[in-house]
Structure formats: C-alpha cells, structure tokens
C-alpha cells in the first residue's frame, strides 16, 4: 500500500466519510480486498450506515506539499465516453495540472479513472479551507474550459475535508489496520518491481444514516 487518506465533511457533516488506499499494481490492490472484507462489515456495524467501494486507476498524481489535518479538499465527479478517456488524461495533465499548480495554496491534485464506465473522479488538496474558497472562481472557469474541450460533463463537485472527525476516528483506526495488514500480505507474496508511473486506487465511501 503507498497510501491512505480520509477525507469527511466537518462543518456541515453530511454523513460521508471517504477511506482511499493507494496501490503500486493493481494485483496489489487485487489482493488486499479478501483482507478488508471484515473491517468494512465491522464498520457498516459500527456506524449502523452503508459502505460502497469504487476502484480506479490514478494516471496523474502531483503534489507541490503534504496536506495535513483541515486541509481544505475538493473532490469532482466527471463523466467522459471510456473511448476519449485518454484524452481527457493528457488534457488534464497537460492543461488542468499547470493551472492548478499556478494556484495559491494548491497542496496536491491527482486523477482517478475507470476505464470501462467513464467515470472519473479529480482530488485536489488545499493548505486550509481560506485557500480552497479562494480557488473555486479559477477552478470552475478551468473545469468549464476543459470540459468544453474534452467534451466530458461534470456530475459534482464536494468540499470534504481531509481530516477525520469524532466517532469516525474509530473508522479510520479499523480500515487502517485492516488495510496495513493487506499491504503486507501482499508485499509478501509479491516480488518487488520498479516504481510504476501509475497506481491504483480503493475509494471506500460509508454512509452514516
């Protein structure tokens, strides 16, 4: 496991909590989901909600510093036809990643894809929430530009935040473990290659009611 995040809604809790782990291969990734099966049923238990998994290839991946606790974090959901989705990645790397760089306050943006369904899913990380209002002009007017060109439609936008709140402490504790315990199984099974220009991620949302 190279990674692992999560993300959840402070200031106006919305009963979401996303857990992402970050993978080198995806056999890797393969590998670890017999191990987390239990904690995610411990934590549907435990927060008496709902727990969907989503896998996605991470093609663009740029970080100019670490975001910490409170960091303000946008997340877009976009949808593209699976044929152009090529496309959308080299524009999202070659026009959204320098004008996203450009930007005041800007911590990390990386890009999630499923090649089969179109779906994508675009992170950045902000050094506060101060810093991730002051981007959404710049950042609307960028995503209109890219979505005219590519052609692709914007489903949503979300401001989570990057850190974890209260009870859900608990929640990132037993994924965490669980996840930890995955990545070592499968390191031991694995032979160690060279470090891939993509990695894959494991986006587990859970749902409190």
């Not at 990645?89 to 070659?94: A, G, H, K, L, T």
Request: with cysteine; glycine share 6%.
């Amino acid at each position: 496991m190279r990674r692992f995040a999560a993300e959840s809604n402070r200031q106006i809790f919305l009963g979401v909590c996303i857990v992402a782990s970050y993978w080198d291969t995806l056999d890797a990734m393969t590998a670890s989901e017999q191990a987390v099966q239990v904690s995610r049923k411990e934590v549907t238990g435990l927060l008496g909600g709902t727990v969907t998994v989503e896998h996605y290839e991470v093609p663009v991946f740029v970080r100019r510093s670490r975001p910490h606790g409170g960091a303000g974090v946008r997340l877009t959901r976009v949808d593209c036809a699976p044929a152009s989705i090529d496309a959308v990645i080299e524009e999202f790397r070659n026009t959204a990643v320098p004008a996203l760089t450009a930007m005041a306050g800007l911590c990390s943006a990386h890009m999630m894809t499923d090649r089969a369904t179109g779906r994508c899913i675009v992170i950045t990380a902000w050094d506060d929430m101060d810093a991730l209002a002051a981007s959404r002009p710049a950042t609307a007017r960028l995503r209109a530009d890219v979505a005219a060109v590519t052609h692709l439609q914007v489903l949503k936008v979300g401001h989570p935040l990057d850190r974890v709140v209260s009870s859900l402490i608990e929640l990132f504790l037993v994924v965490a473990a669980a996840l930890t315990a995955a990545s070592l199984m499968a390191a031991a099974r694995m032979v160690p290659a060279r470090k891939p220009r993509t990695v894959f991620c494991m986006s587990v949302m859970v749902g409190v009611d």
